[in-house]
């Protein structure tokens, strides 16, 4: 049982991943918080802006051909909590990166709320976190949808 309130370990998807969550696990901290994002966290960061820190996601999903991660600076897990000015922040982040890699379509994805004693809603970190993802629709089968995950019970 996980006993780190920051993270949720059995939403790793990947070995490496669970080998990094362990160690998060047992040190309390939250991962994405400014203090500690660079212990674990090994791609550059993209761009950084008043409310959020844009980067690649370290860990991707299959079959996709880009997937980043805008991290909200201040410590939050739930979208009530997100200041007014930092949406057209992060959009104007996307908008940027989408017209530099030239993104034909994609999705955008942000999971929030805290873990539950019933479940939680799918996220390793809690710590707001936004992803932009472009699938490979090319990678996929004929009829075969990209998925992101939201949701989880125990």
């Known amino acids: 049982m996980n006993q780190n309130k920051n993270i949720n370990s059995d939403a790793s998807r990947r070995e490496d991943q669970k080998k990094v969550m362990a160690k998060i696990e047992g040190v309390g901290h939250c991962p994405f918080c400014?203090?500690?994002?660079?212990k674990y966290h090994k791609k550059p960061?993209?761009?950084?802006?008043?409310?959020?820190?844009?980067?690649?996601?370290?860990?991707p999903y299959d079959n996709i051909k880009h997937q980043l991660l805008a991290i909200y600076k201040k410590h939050?897990?739930?979208f009530k909590d997100i200041d007014p000015e930092a949406g057209a922040e992060l959009f104007s982040l996307?908008?940027?990166?989408?017209?530099k890699r030239n993104i034909p379509g994609g999705g955008i994805a942000?999971?929030?709320?805290?873990n539950l004693p019933i479940g939680d809603y799918g996220t390793s970190v809690y710590h707001l976190h936004v992803?932009?993802?472009e699938?490979?629709?090319?990678?996929?089968?004929s009829k075969e949808n990209w998925k992101f995950k939201f949701g989880q019970r125990f």
């Open 135 to 141: 699938p490979d629709l090319e990678s996929l089968s």
């Open 110 to 114: 942000m999971r929030f709320g805290s």
């Open 45 to 59: 960061i993209l761009k950084e802006g008043q409310y959020w820190i844009l980067t690649d996601n370290q860990w």
């Open 94 to 99: 996307f908008q940027e990166e989408i017209k």
């Open 76 to 78: 939050i897990d739930h």
């Open 34 to 38: 400014q203090e500690n994002l660079f």
């Open 131 to 133: 992803h932009l993802v």
